[in-house]
């Protein structure tokens, strides 16, 4: 067992620090960007990016799962 380092009375940062990591609306916008069917249909439609590499490790799982079935049927044939 490895032993923990615990720090009972520890200073906490300052408040400015704080506001500084408080980011709750970009944090809700990220939230309704990928959880609502409008941001969902968003990102389909204009990130052309993310959607190719959606498509294409649909693709290839495809192919894994398939390909074996193909070749077996090479053989019979």
Excluded: W
Excluded at 5 to 27: H, M, S
Excluded at 50 to 61: A, G, T
Aim: hydrophobic content about 45%; some cysteine.
């Amino acid at each position: 067992m490895t032993r923990l380092k615990v720090k009972i009375n520890r200073e906490y940062p300052p408040i400015e620090t704080i506001r500084q990591y408080q980011d709750f609306g970009g944090l809700m916008q990220c939230h309704k960007m990928y959880y609502s069917t409008a941001g969902i249909r968003h990102m389909l439609y204009n990130d052309r990016k993310k959607l190719i590499y959606i498509v294409l490790i649909i693709i290839f799982l495809l192919l894994l799962l398939f390909a074996d079935d193909v070749s077996a049927q090479a053989f019979i044939m």
